[in-house]
Nanobody
Framework: QLQLVESGGGSVQAGGSLRLSCAASGYTGSSYCMGWFRQAPGKAREGVAVVRSDGTTIYADSVKGRFTISKDNAKNSLYLQMNSLKPEDTAMYYC????????????????????????WGQGTQVTVSS
């Protein structure tokens, strides 16, 4: 059973930076898709950035050029460097993982069906003030 624990959230002014971390335990190699998702109050959860097991990265249009996702397989950790933060980035940020190969910002695609990621952390709050 994979367990994910996020850290690094906090409060920052617009234009500032934060780095989120996700520590994975029960991790057995680099074969997982991993990603960051966020949910603001009253809004649906949305994909922010994903890294596939082959290193391919995918970003939501709203964060391209500002956020960078990275993974350290030796440390079993996932990171999200967030720069030029905006008030609209305020949300609870979640780390997610799945062993299936074709993952996206919307979920894990198997054939014609998109499934939720199998493993989720508890989240870390990011608040950006104007």
């Amino acid at each position: 059973q994979l367990q994910l624990v996020e850290s690094g959230g906090g409060s920052v002014q617009a234009g500032g930076s934060l780095r989120l971390s996700c520590a994975a335990s029960g991790y057995t190699g680099s074969s997982y898709c991993m990603g960051w998702f966020r949910q603001a109050p009253g809004k649906a959860r949305e994909g922010v950035a994903v890294v596939r097991s082959d290193g391919t990265t995918i970003y939501a249009d709203s964060v391209k050029g500002r956020f960078t996702i990275s993974k350290d397989n030796a440390k079993n950790s996932l990171y999200l460097q967030m720069n030029s933060l905006k008030p609209e980035d305020t949300a609870m940020y979640y780390c997610a993982a799945d062993r299936r190969t074709f993952c996206s910002l919307r979920g894990v695609v198997v054939g014609l069906v998109t499934y939720p990621y199998n493993y989720w952390g508890q989240g870390t709050q990011v608040t950006v003030s104007s």
